[in-house]
């Protein structure tokens, strides 16, 4: 009789030979679901991560009015990425739940990655899933599918021109794009030491939380989920996965 058991997935390590990452997302907490906790890993060697919300994600507790929400969700993130040793948060805020692929979008992320110059640029699984059949958000799809785009943009001084003024320059240093808890995943980072600081910093988005109305929810025990299995792959209890998108020719 053959094993019928699933094989778990096998991850290669992510490189740790870069200093400064800018992480792209479309609202606070995003990133917490895992990737905070490889952040905590990231700065305790001294690398220094920016973090960009495209949104304020004000459209996100549907018992506050946006006018409230935006500004508090603001303020649970920069406490979350105070956590996790991140001082630099910055919100574009453009519209929560109605963000579009396209030009102005590449543009607003563009100017980003020219004003902060990263080696690596991160952001959320925008696969159409994050599979089988759990549909992603518009938003992640969209801020995902731009970042790719405006990493390219920012090396290009004839797109956005406008942008390159005050001693602003183009940057084509960015190396690749990391996607994490993508479905397509194929690189881990071993969380096991931070992942603590990981769930002390999805504890921070409280009223969001709150807000979900998720009774008995354990965000320790929703982390250990997600990041269990990236560990299996990676022979260790904890770790963050990441589709890892590589940047210039062959």
Aim: charged share 25%; aromatic share 8%.
């Amino acid at each position: 009789m053959t094993d019928q058991r699933a094989t778990p997935p096998s991850f290669e390590p992510l490189p740790e030979d870069w200093q400064t990452a800018l992480f792209v997302v479309a609202h606070p907490d995003d990133i917490e679901y895992g990737g905070a906790a490889a952040v905590a890993r990231w700065t305790g060697q001294g690398k220094r991560i920016v973090y960009c919300m495209v949104t304020s994600g004000e459209a996100g507790i549907d018992g506050l009015h946006p006018d409230e929400s935006g500004p508090l969700r603001e303020g649970e993130e920069i406490a979350s990425a105070c956590v996790v040793g991140v001082d630099e948060v910055e919100f574009l805020r453009l519209p929560d739940g109605i963000l579009e692929y396209g030009i102005e979008l590449r543009r607003a992320i563009a100017a980003v990655v020219r004003k902060h110059r990263p080696d690596i640029a991160m952001t959320i699984n925008f696969r159409e899933t994050f599979g089988g059949t759990n549909l992603n958000q518009a938003d992640h799809i969209a801020v995902g599918r731009a970042l790719l785009d405006a990493v390219r943009d920012a090396g290009n001084r004839w797109i956005f021109p406008e942008q390159l003024t005050d001693g602003l320059e183009p940057w084509g240093g960015v190396r690749a794009v990391w996607s994490g808890s993508s479905p397509q995943a194929t690189h881990a980072v071993d969380v096991t030491d931070t992942f603590q600081a990981g769930v002390a910093s999805l504890k921070e988005h409280k009223a969001y939380i709150d807000g979900l109305g998720w009774e008995g929810w354990d965000p320790e025990e929703f982390l250990d989920g997600i990041l269990r299995g990236g560990g299996q792959g990676l022979g260790v209890t904890h770790a963050a996965t990441f589709e890892v998108f590589p940047l210039g020719w062959g």
